[in-house]
Structures are given as structure tokens and as C-alpha cells.
């Protein structure tokens, strides 16, 4: 099991920046990001292949959000610029080992390990 810790949550008005951060104890396949507002179902928000750097962005974030890993393959970061009240939720940070490769990496059911989570407020 890969263990993940999420930081850099806050809070920061419409139009604001915050970088978020996910330490993960070893390297995986495919490493992700999902919010959950209250009452609200998980949502993807981007997600990256360890090996190749390829990803991909929901569209309500694309613009606005950036997904990079750091040379170790075990830091994930989500660069997150012009905040609207939208955005605000618990992040997580997800990661998945190659087993879960044929499930599609916006999915939920498509990562094997989730950290705590780090709450995100963005007030207007």
C-alpha cells in the first residue's frame, strides 16, 4: 500500500493561487487528483502518468490548474491559479499501481491508494 500525505489547503479568495503537494512513500503508475465539495460526489480534477508526464485536466479546471511531478516520481504537486468559490472542497490525492490500468484514470475506481485529504476554501 503507498501511503500519501497531502498539504498546502487553505483559504484564499476568488482569483487566488495555492499550490498543493502529495508525498508519496514509493513511486506508482498513475497518480491523480479529486475534490469533493460538501453534499457532492468525488470529482477528478487531473490526473498524470508517472513514466511518461502525459495527463489530463478536467474541463472545468483546464486554464487554471497544473499537475506535475517532481524527478523522484513521488512528489505530486497541483498548481492551482485564478480560485473560484467552485473549486472549494477536500482535495485527494490518489495513486495507482499498473493493475488499475485498463480503468480510466477519471474515475474513482481507477486508484488503489488515497491520502487524508487537505481542504480547499475559496471565498467570493
Known amino acids: 500500500q503507498v501511503q500519501l500525505v497531502e498539504s498546502g489547503g487553505g483559504s484564499v479568495q476568488t482569483g487566488g493561487s495555492l499550490r498543493l503537494s502529495c508525498a508519496a512513500s514509493?513511486?506508482?503508475?498513475?497518480m491523480g487528483w479529486f475534490r469533493q465539495g460538501s453534499g457532492k460526489e468525488r470529482e477528478w480534477v487531473a490526473y498524470?502518468?508517472?513514466?511518461?508526464?502525459?495527463?489530463d485536466y478536467n474541463d472545468s479546471v483546464k486554464g487554471r490548474f497544473t499537475i506535475s511531478l517532481d524527478n523522484s516520481k513521488k512528489s505530486l504537486h497541483l498548481q492551482m491559479n485564478n480560485l473560484k468559490p467552485e473549486d472549494t472542497g477536500m482535495y485527494f490525492c490518489a495513486a495507482a499501481s499498473s493493475r488499475y490500468r485498463f480503468i480510466s484514470g477519471n474515475s474513482p475506481r481507477g486508484y488503489n491508494d488515497w491520502g487524508q485529504g487537505t481542504q480547499v476554501t475559496v471565498s467570493s
Open positions: 498524470i502518468y508517472t513514466h511518461s508526464g502525459n495527463n
Open positions: 514509493e513511486s506508482t503508475y498513475r
